[in-house]
C-alpha cells in the first residue's frame, strides 16, 4: 500500500483544494447562464461553506495532533468544535433558505465540492498508476 509522505500529502491537499475551488467556479458560472438566480447563490454559498469547513476541519485536526505529539496521549476530538462548526453551517444555510436567497438543493451540492474533488483526485491517481505506470 501507497503512504504518502508529508510533501505528497499537502501537493495531495492542495489538489484537493484547488480543483474543489474550480468546481465551484464552473458550477456557479454555469449556473449563472442557465440557472434561476437562487440556484446560483445556493451553489456559491455551499462552495464558500464547504471551503470554511474544511478549514476549520484541517485546523482542528492538526490541533488535535500536536496536542498529541506534546503529551504523547491518545488524540482526542473535541465534540464541542464538531458541533460547533456543523452548528454554524446550518444557521448560515437555514438563515439564507429561511429568507429566500438560496435553493437548499443547491446549496448542498456546493458544500458536496470536495466529494467531487476526492472523486477527480481518485480518477487521476488511478490514471497515472495504471496507465502512466507511475505514481503521481
Not at 464558500?48 to 500536536?66: D, E, G, I, T
Not at 467531487?116 to 505514481?135: N, P, S
Amino acid at each position: 500500500m501507497f503512504v504518502p509522505d508529508d510533501g505528497e500529502a499537502a501537493r495531495m491537499e492542495r489538489r484537493m483544494v484547488r480543483t474543489a475551488m474550480w468546481t465551484v467556479v464552473v458550477a456557479v458560472a454555469v449556473s449563472a447562464c442557465v440557472a434561476p438566480w437562487r440556484v446560483t447563490t445556493g451553489l456559491l454559498v455551499g462552495g464558500v461553506l464547504s471551503f470554511f469547513n474544511h478549514r476549520w476541519l484541517a485546523a482542528s485536526v492538526r490541533q488535535m495532533f500536536a496536542e498529541t505529539e506534546n503529551s504523547g496521549a491518545r488524540p482526542r476530538l473535541r465534540l464541542a468544535g464538531f458541533v460547533w462548526r456543523h452548528l454554524v453551517i446550518a444557521v448560515v444555510v437555514g438563515a439564507a433558505y429561511l429568507l429566500n436567497l438560496v435553493s437548499l438543493t443547491a446549496t448542498l451540492i456546493g458544500l458536496c465540492s470536495f466529494i467531487v474533488a476526492g472523486f477527480i483526485e481518485a480518477l487521476t491517481q488511478i490514471y497515472f498508476m495504471l496507465i502512466k505506470r507511475r505514481e503521481m
